[in-house]
């Protein structure tokens, strides 16, 4: 019930592609759900975060894609870079506008983009 | 975003001593810090949530008095993995939810090695 799945577990993309990660949850409780970057040996850093009353939020490069009926959600890194390599997790909370902090991670996707 | 500091960035001890990690908040009161655990090329495990003033409230199969949490200041949480052995071996990240409830951000993590 406070599964995140992710897949794939990695990803090759050439520079200037698109990076497409996905994550399905399971608990209708959920109600934020971020996306974070991760560099080897370094803590998560906070990408861009979407809340269940929208359907789809843009920062830059990155936009997250909501489906609320099919409890999944995915991330697209639009003009992939090398400087986007990392490890991407994505996850979830039930904030109930409270608690944002306490978060089920998903498995997390290694991503490789090649110059 | 906020800036949490975590200390130290890296440690090793000897089986069956102690070591403290902490945790600051560096730019703004947080009365709600989380740590997680997270090893080689897996997802971060949250182990328990930290309130400021209260005892901490751990996670299901996370043992209580093996990590022993204190949040005695607004700015502060440390994390003490009491008598370590080998298996506690793991990379440990604390993170901070802001004042305003909308996100939380994340230290740079503790490399624990015990030999």
């Known amino acids: 019930q406070q599964q995140v799945k992710q897949s794939p577990q990695s990803l090759i993309v050439q520079k200037g592609g698109i990076s497409i990660i996905n994550c399905a949850y399971e608990?209708?409780?959920?109600?934020?759900f971020p996306w974070y970057q991760q560099f080897p040996g370094k803590g998560p850093a906070l990408l861009i975060a979407?809340?269940?009353?929208?359907s789809e939020k843009k920062e830059g490069r990155f936009t997250i894609s909501f489906n609320k009926s099919a409890k999944q959600f995915s991330l697209h890194i639009m003009d992939s870079q090398p400087g986007d390599s990392a490890t991407y997790f994505c996850?979830?909370?039930?904030?109930?506008?409270?608690?944002?902090?306490?978060?089920?991670f998903g498995q997390g996707t290694i991503l490789t983009v090649h110059p | 975003g906020a800036v949490v500091s975590q200390h130290p960035s890296r440690v090793i001890c000897k089986s069956g001593t102690s070591v403290k990690i902490e945790c600051r908040s560096l730019?703004?009161?947080?009365?709600?810090m989380f740590w997680y655990r997270q090893f080689p090329k897996k997802s971060l495990m949250l182990m328990a949530t930290?309130?400021?003033?209260?005892?901490?409230?751990?996670e299901q199969g996370v043992e209580k008095d093996k990590f022993l949490i204190n949040h005695a200041s607004l700015t502060l949480s440390t994390l003490t993995v009491t008598s370590a052995h080998p298996e506690d071996s793991s990379f440990y990240i604390c993170?901070?939810?802001?004042?305003?409830?909308?996100?939380?951000?994340f230290g740079q993590g503790t490399r624990l090695t015990v030999v």
């Open positions: 979407i809340r269940p009353d929208v």
């Open positions: 608990n209708t409780a959920f109600d934020y």
């Open positions: 993170s901070v939810q802001t004042a305003l409830n909308t996100e939380a951000f």
């Open positions: 730019d703004f009161q947080a009365t709600t």
């Open positions: 996850a979830a909370a039930n904030a109930g506008g409270t608690s944002y902090g306490k978060l089920t």
């Open positions: 930290s309130n400021e003033g209260s005892k901490a409230t751990y």
